[in-house]
């Protein structure tokens, strides 16, 4: 906006203010093509990984964030998955409706589980 008044004729500004810039920090990179994304499925038939690849592909989230889901931050009934606050690298909660496929995979991954300790995408497989 500022270039735009000052490109202005006549200008509304006479001089265009400096703003520091904030380095950037663990950027994303690295994202799935499609034939990659089936490959990777294929190549690993257990269901913490196809949820694990599936939610990541869908939400674009970190594996990180990912990994350390818990079953109580999964709402089957209304189709919700919760970051709470200070588990993300900004720090934000964030909050999504689940599509159907994650839903699918998130009900079989939460089957058994205890909703306060244990892990949504448990690579051990435990209970």
Known sequence: MFHLG???TPPKLFYIPRFP???EDNIRKGFLEDGQYEKLLESCP???FQALVEAGCTYGWRVSELL???VN???LEHKVIRLHPGTTKNKDGREV???Q???DLFVLCVEGKSPEIIYLL???GRK
């Open 6 to 8: 000052h490109d202005a």
């Open 21 to 23: 810039r904030l380095a």
């Open 46 to 48: 257990e269901l913490w």
């Open 68 to 70: 350390r889901l818990k």
């Open 73 to 75: 931050q999964i709402d």
């Open 97 to 99: 409706t689940m599509t």
């Open 101 to 103: 496929s994650v839903h």
């Open 122 to 124: 448990d690579q051990a």
